[in-house]
């Protein structure tokens, strides 16, 4: 079953859609990710809502299921100030120094005409 189809079915076995839309767009991608976009009608803000979180609930649900490797993961590690001080790393909360100065997206330095610096 595709995600279209799933949507579908999605809309289909609920209360709050009025039968007029139901449609899933690409709306944007890159070498990294696709991100789609789920249309539903339903006849009135609040049942808007209500189906809209069931649409992403299982939506989501679905791709976990039949795709798991497709969600993102984040992993991370939170270690303590004392152990970052042992092992020589800069306690949280500390600058850290670089050589490169932060400037804004865009901006230009008269001293560094590509923001390089």
């Known amino acids: 079953m ?4 799933e949507l579908e079915r999605l809309c289909k076995a609920s209360p709050e859609w ?3 839309v139901c449609a899933l767009q690409v709306v944007d991608a890159n070498d990294k990710a696709m991100q789609r976009r789920a249309l539903v009608s ?10 809209r979180c069931k649409v992403r609930e299982g939506l989501i649900d679905y791709v976990r299921r039949e795709f798991p490797d497709f969600l ?3 992993r991370g ?3 303590s ?3 970052m001080a042992d092992a020589g790393t800069p ?3 500390h600058r850290m120094t670089s050589t490169r ?5 865009g901006y230009r330095d008269k001293r560094c005409p590509l923001g390089a610096c």
């Open 2 to 5: 595709s995600l279209r189809a």
């Open 18 to 20: 009025d039968g007029r």
């Open 42 to 51: 339903s006849p009135n803000s609040g049942k808007s809502w209500d189906l």
């Open 72 to 74: 993102p993961r984040v």
């Open 77 to 79: 590690e939170v270690v």
């Open 81 to 83: 100030d004392v152990r």
């Open 91 to 93: 306690v949280l909360g």
């Open 101 to 105: 100065r932060w400037m804004p997206m």
